[in-house]
C-alpha cells in the first residue's frame, strides 16, 4: 500500500523443535521464488530455542527470509533470571521482534508501560518491534475497540522520536480473533488500522504516519490474506496457525 513493503511475519509460538524449525524454514524459502521474496519481505518468529537453527539455515543458504523473536527483555543485562536481552537477540541476527502480543499481556500481566519499555530496549539494540495492539470481544461488543487500540498504541510509542516512530512495525491483532477461525472483516481490520495511522500522523507527523507498516492479525489464512490486504493502511499479517504449515504461508506470501 502506498509504497510500503509488504510484510508477512508468521508468529510460531511455542512449537516446532529444530528439526521442524529447519524444514520449514528451507521449505518457505523453496516455495517462494527470489522476486516474490524480495516484493513481500518474509519473516519467521520461532521459540527463542529454535532462533539459532533458523540462522544456520538462513546464513547458510543465503535465503531470503527475515526471523526474529516473540518477546525480549526490558533490561541490558543482568540479575534476570530466565530472560532474554535485545542485544542477544541481535547477535543471533534476528532483526524483528514481537512486543505486548496479547497472551503476553494476558499470560504475562505485560501492561502498556512494560510495552513500552520493550519497544525502546528493542530499538536500542537494533531491532525492529512489531508492536501488538487489539481488544477482546467485550471491548468491542462496547463499541470502544478504536478508542481502545489508540489507547495501547500512543502508550507503546511512548517517548520515541518520529524517526524511531517509522520504524516500528504496528500489528492490529483483535483478541477475539486469534486462533478462534474468527477474522475479523477486512473493513474490521481497516478501521483499526486507518486509525492507528490516523493517531501517529496527529501525535508525531504525516510523513512518519506514511512510512509506518501496519499489519493486521487474527485468523489470517491463504483463503483470506487477499482480501485484507486490498485495505488502503494494511500492509502486511501477523499470522499464528497458519505460519505452521510451509505452504499455507508461502501461500499467504503470495497474496498479490
Ligand atoms: C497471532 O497469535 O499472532 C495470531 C494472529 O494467531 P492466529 O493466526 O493463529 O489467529
Redesign the pocket.
Known amino acids: 500500500s502506498e509504497g510500503r513493503r509488504p510484510l508477512m511475519a508468521g508468529?510460531w509460538?511455542m512449537n516446532l523443535n529444530h528439526l521442524e524449525a529447519n524444514l520449514l524454514v528451507q521449505k518457505l524459502a523453496a516455495s517462494l521464488s527470489e522476486k516474490q521474496l524480495t516484493e513481500v519481505e518474509t519473516v519467521v518468529l520461532p521459540p527463542f530455542t529454535d532462533l539459532r537453527t533458523v540462522q544456520t539455515a538462513v546464513d547458510g543458504d543465503k535465503l531470503l527470509i527475515g526471523y526474529g523473536a516473540q518477546d525480549l527483555s526490558p533490561y541490558q543485562s543482568g540479575a534476570y533470571t530466565g530472560d532474554i536481552s535485545g542485544s542477544m537477540l541481535a547477535k543471533l541476527g534476528c532483526t524483528y521482534v514481537v512486543v505486548g502480543?496479547s497472551?503476553r499481556r494476558a499470560y504475562h500481566h505485560e501492561d502498556d508501560a512494560l510495552v513500552n519499555a520493550k519497544v525502546v530496549a528493542a530499538l536500542a539494540n537494533g531491532l525492529t518491534p512489531i508492536l501488538c495492539v487489539g481488544e477482546g470481544l467485550d471491548v468491542r461488543e462496547e463499541g470502544r475497540h478504536v478508542a481502545h487500540c489508540s489507547d495501547q498504541l500512543i502508550a507503546g510509542l511512548h517517548g520515541l522520536t518520529a524517526e524511531q516512530v517509522a520504524k516500528v512495525v504496528i500489528a492490529y491483532?483483535p483478541v477475539w480473533?486469534?486462533?478462534?477461525g474468527k477474522t475479523a472483516t477486512p473493513e474490521d481490520a481497516q478501521e483499526v488500522c486507518g486509525e492507528v495511522r490516523n493517531r501517529i500522523a496527529e501525535t508525531f507527523d504525516e510523513a512518519t504516519a506514511h512510512q509506518v507498516r501496519i499489519l493486521y492479525?487474527?485468523?489470517?489464512k491463504a483463503s483470506n490474506i487477499a482480501a485484507i490486504m486490498v485495505q488502503p493502511d494494511v500492509d502486511g499479517g501477523?499470522?499464528?496457525?497458519?505460519s505452521l504449515d510451509a505452504e499455507e504461508f508461502a501461500q499467504i506470501c503470495r497474496f498479490p
Not at 480473533?177 to 478462534?180: K, N, W
Not at 501477523?238 to 497458519?242: F, H, I, N, R, T
Open positions: 508468529n509460538k502480543h497472551e491483532e480473533a486469534i486462533g478462534t492479525g487474527g485468523s489470517v501477523l499470522v499464528g496457525g497458519a
